[in-house]
């Protein structure tokens, strides 16, 4: 981290790692600017910086393809489903979109696991250590 940049837009930074969503990281720090925030230089040096101390190895995000391929959508049904659903305790992470029509029809799109799976594919096809990876994500997701 820079120590010199202001810790607004250091905070920033963070959550825009964290969802890679300007306008959302924008909001958890109070800034309705997320975007213009996010093309400023200073920004983008700091999100260099971060991405460059983060702790996120191949493994991590092999496991976390293989959740979004293997993952299971009841939670989402139950968004659709419950009158009132507490919407902190479900886990919407296949979730890609909701739509609701004026005649109250509710139409809910998934993440497209096809794609998750063609990616989990073409890591584990790399190399025997990506092939090792794969199935040890595979088997984290299927023991959680």
């Known amino acids: 981290m820079n120590p010199n940049l ?9 959550a825009y790692l964290r969802c890679f969503d300007a306008e959302a990281a924008g909001e958890q720090i109070g800034r309705p600017d997320g975007i ?4 400023t230089p200073a920004v983008q040096e700091e999100l260099r910086l971060q991405r460059t101390q983060c702790d996120i190895c191949r493994q991590d995000v092999l496991r976390r393809l293989a959740q979004l391929a293997f993952g ?7 968004l659709v489903l419950n009158e009132e659903p507490d919407l902190d305790a479900l886990d919407l992470s296949l979730l890609s979109e909701v739509k609701r029509n ?7 799109k ?5 794609r998750a799976l063609q990616e989990l594919l073409q890591a584990g096809n790399q190399t025997n250590d990506a092939a090792e990876l ?4 595979a088997e984290d997701v299927q023991e959680d």
């Open 134 to 137: 794969f199935f040890a994500a």
């Open 110 to 114: 998934l993440i497209d696991r096809v």
């Open 72 to 78: 299971r959508a009841n939670d989402c049904v139950k």
């Open 36 to 39: 213009r925030l996010l093309s």
């Open 6 to 14: 202001p810790s607004e837009k250091r905070r920033f930074a963070a």
């Open 102 to 108: 004026d005649k109250g029809t509710v139409e809910v």
